[in-house]
T-cell receptor, first 115, second 115 residues
Framework: QKEVEQNSGPLSVPEGAIASLNCTYS??????FFWYRQYSGKSPELIMSIYSNGDKEDGRFTAQLNKASQYVSLLIRDSQPSDSATYLCAVNMISFSGSARQLTFGSGTQLTVLP | KAGVTQTPRYLIKTRGQQVTLSCSPI?????VSWYQQTPGQGLQFLFE???????NKGNFPGRFSGRQFSNSRSEMNVSTLELGDSALYLC??????????????FGEGSRLTVL
């Protein structure tokens, strides 16, 4: 079974700091990468997608992709208490059946932003 | 634009019973995926349907099944329920078949408790 691995945390940062979340994946053929945010008791919501090596910025969020190292990261600048949530890394990987690709999620990193 | 709608939101069953969960995707979305979320295993892929065809299946026993109708609405069924089936079942829709990339939009989930 292919895997997506994240540091489970919890990760605590002070308000205004940069939060750095990391993810590695095992399927070298993966081409699509996503970060989802899940608040406690809620369903995941997509916050970033990245398909090419390098950085992609969207407001306070920056996704970074390095396919050679099979590494994806998410930076949250000027962290706010409202950013406190679990962040899920998701990678489009070969499925269990080997017949198609499926979105495989990491176990998530719980982030707490302290006021 | 209405989001992904899942029913029922909460249900309690006993071991050996069966359950059917329903999902209405975002209008225009033809791909529907189902995931099981538990504290220990995280988000696990169950299956994906696209244009009424199961295009992908995760590593779950045959007790888990699903279908998709011509209006893209989807149902999943779990037969002979076991205690370990207690979980949050999430449905997600997307514009494209996952195998070609895309982004998932999740419903609020159906929380199943098996006693």
């Amino acid at each position: 079974q292919k895997e997506v691995e994240q540091n489970s945390g919890p990760l605590s940062v002070p308000e205004g700091a940069i939060a750095s979340l990391n993810c590695t994946y095992s399927d070298r053929g993966s081409q699509s990468f996503f970060w989802y945010r899940q608040y406690s008791g809620k369903s995941p919501e997509l916050i970033m997608s990245i398909y090419s090596n390098g950085d992609k910025e969207d407001g306070r969020f920056t996704a970074q992709l390095n396919k050679a190292s099979q590494y994806v990261s998410l930076l949250i600048r000027d962290s706010q208490p409202s950013d406190s949530a679990t962040y899920l890394c998701a990678v489009n990987m070969i499925s269990f059946s080997g017949s198609a690709r499926q979105l495989t999620f990491g176990s998530g990193t719980q982030l707490t932003v302290l006021p | 634009k209405a989001g992904v709608t899942q029913t029922p939101r909460y249900l309690i069953k006993t071991r050996g019973q069966q359950v059917t969960l329903s999902c209405s995707p975002i209008s225009g979305h033809r791909s529907v995926s189902w995931y099981q979320q538990t504290p220990g295993q995280g988000l696990q892929f169950l299956f994906e349907y696209f244009s009424e065809t199961q295009r992908n299946k995760g590593n779950f026993p045959g007790r888990f099944s699903g279908r998709q109708f011509s209006n893209s609405r989807s149902e999943m069924n779990v037969s002979t329920l076991e205690l370990g089936d207690s979980a949050l079942y999430l449905c997600a829709s997307s514009l494209e078949h996952r195998g070609r990339g895309g982004e998932l939009f999740f419903g609020e989930g159906s929380r199943l408790t098996v006693l």
